[in-house]
């Protein structure tokens, strides 16, 4: 396999608490050690994943990886926004490494990570602007098209891609007019439908949280702050609290898009709601009621194709069907990330894997990446790949 440069942990920007990002320029040090994730309580889907790699929590953590077969030429670039409920998750987490996308298709791999939760949807009354999750996101890709010469990418080759939260935060930035000048083509993976909220929605949630913090947030501890949440999601019961903001006055923009979802995308969110583990025909008992709520990201998907397709743009529809036989999990969320970042090592303990030889992940995951890479050159790619279907429109 191809050498890779990586580039770990690089500041892309700075801000206090509920303060705007203000972009850092690159001071040229490689870093090996990886960077923090926003702080964050466990995931839920530690069923699914397995447990979140030990690293630094920092509410200051807009920080980004660069992976390059190396620092000349001008290569396409895929940037990688990661999910997590808008809660959890980082890019810095090694389920989230891309040298392996990098060294096979030579091509440059950004992952980024940006504030969650409080910290990055808390919405004060009377604001104004995108939620700063977003405005995270927005400035790693300002950073990006201003430094990414330097790791041998092509600023204006930017395709970024992005899996539940993060496939819906490439929608949001769609909405807010990104499109086209920060990046020319998006991949999102299981973008679940009517996931943004208003400004009026923004904020209700947010005196919802403030009640139950009872004290400033901007001084509260961490932990405050991360206790609360808790305790609100607990009492909401909902898919997602935390989301990005709609612009008040629709911007809109359109890049190429190749969008899907997973076949049993919602099944981890059915057995969480029944309060039930996953054993090896669980997929099919739970079958019903994880087709009833797919419409979710199945929706999601179809709908941004056609929207797509409207203004004028190309954009191809994905299923990802492959599933491990003992799991339990079916083709569930989660589970096609293994297949393009990471490594045998960071999905080892995945219980959405278990029973699945590495080998055969492997063996698909190189033709994914394949498709993948291709698309973000511009290609069409070479369909089928065992395990995703690219459907008709028409389906």
């Known amino acids: 396999m191809t050498h890779v440069e990586i580039f770990r942990n690089i500041r892309y920007a ?5 303060e705007s990002p203000e972009l850092l320029p690159w001071d040229g040090v490689r870093h090996r050690e990886r960077g ?7 995931s839920r889907l530690e069923s699914v994943q397995g447990p979140l790699a030990p690293l630094e929590q920092d509410e200051h953590c807009q920080v980004l990886s660069v992976f390059t077969p190396a620092t000349t030429g001008k290569r396409p670039v895929m940037v990688f926004i990661h999910g997590g409920g808008f809660v959890t998750g980082g890019g810095e987490l090694p389920w989230h490494d891309g040298d392996q996308l990098a060294a096979e298709q030579d091509i440059v791999v950004v992952s980024v990570t940006y504030r969650l939760g409080v ?20 400035a790693a890709l300002r950073w990006i098209k201003a430094h990414i010469a330097e790791f041998g990418g092509d600023a204006d080759r930017v395709t970024v891609f992005g899996q539940s939260a993060g496939g819906f ?10 499109g086209g000048t920060l ?10 439908n009517g996931m943004a909220r208003t400004r009026g929605e923004g904020e209700r949630i947010s005196q919802l949280f403030l009640d139950e913090l009872g004290q400033d947030p901007r001084t509260a501890s961490v932990d405050a702050i991360l206790a609360a949440q808790s305790r609100l999601a607990a009492t909401l019961n909902q898919l997602a609290v935390w989301a990005p903001i709609s612009p008040d006055t629709p911007i809109g923009s359109a890049v190429d898009l190749l969008a899907g979802w997973c076949k049993d995308d919602a099944l981890p969110f059915v057995l969480l709601q029944q309060h039930v583990a996953a054993v090896p025909g669980t997929e099919s008992r739970f079958a019903d009621a994880t087709r009833e709520m797919n419409v979710l990201f199945e929706g999601g998907s179809r709908s941004l194709v056609q929207n797509i397709l409207a203004q004028g743009k190309r954009a191809s529809l994905f299923r990802f069907d492959w599933q491990s036989g003992s799991s339990g999990l079916g083709a569930c969320h989660c589970i096609d990330l293994p297949f393009l970042l990471g490594s045998a090592e960071a999905w080892r303990s995945a219980p959405t894997l278990a029973g699945a030889a590495w080998a055969e992940i492997d063996a698909i995951g190189k033709r994914m990446r394949r498709v993948w890479a291709d698309f973000a050159r511009g290609e069409s790619g070479e369909w089928p790949i065992d395990g995703v279907r690219l459907l008709p429109q028409a389906l």
């Open 119 to 138: 910290f990055g949807y808390y919405q004060f009354p009377k604001s104004s602007g995108p939620s700063l999750a977003m405005a995270d996101q927005v």
């Open 14 to 18: 700075q801000a206090d608490r509920f």
């Open 169 to 178: 935060s490439i929608v949001a930035m769609l909405a807010w007019g990104h």
């Open 36 to 42: 923090p994730v926003c702080p964050q309580a466990p």
């Open 183 to 192: 990046f020319q083509r998006a991949i999102v993976h299981s973008g679940a």
